[in-house]
């Protein structure tokens, strides 16, 4: 595996264990009054997180592809959240923060896997020949 590519796993897997744990942190023990049930903020906000959670881990470059499509309800919450709640905006940079980061991370790691394994969309004019 060619440095960059353990590099930036290295970002996708710090920042997902780090969003996940920020998220939990958050909204289970941050968070002084909650409107919703303890249930429903775990299926809302952990459990989205799990499902990529065994790819991740595993290093599958497809996974870390598509992580990036849930990964993306973070990041539009934690810009929503430090517009709208004053109270919580550093727990919401915080958010966004990893988020971002998680989703170079994943997008990157899955670039650069995928070519050494020979994975990946061939050209249009490739497959015309």
């Known amino acids: 595996m060619a440095e960059n590519t353990r590099l930036f796993r290295l970002m996708a ?4 264990f780090g969003l996940f744990s920020w ?4 909204h289970f023990f941050l968070t002084a009054e909650s409107a ?6 775990f299926l809302f906000w952990v459990l989205p ?4 959670g065994y790819g991740i881990v595993k290093g599958k470059p497809y996974t870390h592809a598509w992580a990036n499509f849930i ?12 517009y709208t709640n004053q109270n919580e905006w550093l727990y919401a940079l915080v958010e966004i923060i990893l988020a971002t980061t998680l ?14 394994l020979g994975l ?3 050209k249009l004019s490739e497959e015309n020949q």
């Open 49 to 52: 997180l799990l499902f990529p």
């Open 103 to 116: 989703f170079i991370g994943c997008s990157y790691y899955a670039r650069f896997r995928g070519r050494e």
């Open 13 to 16: 897997l710090i920042s997902y």
């Open 71 to 82: 990964v993306m309800i973070y990041l539009m919450h934690g810009l929503t959240a430090i």
């Open 120 to 122: 990946g969309l061939k």
């Open 36 to 41: 919703y049930s303890t249930l429903f903020l």
């Open 23 to 26: 998220v939990i942190l958050w």
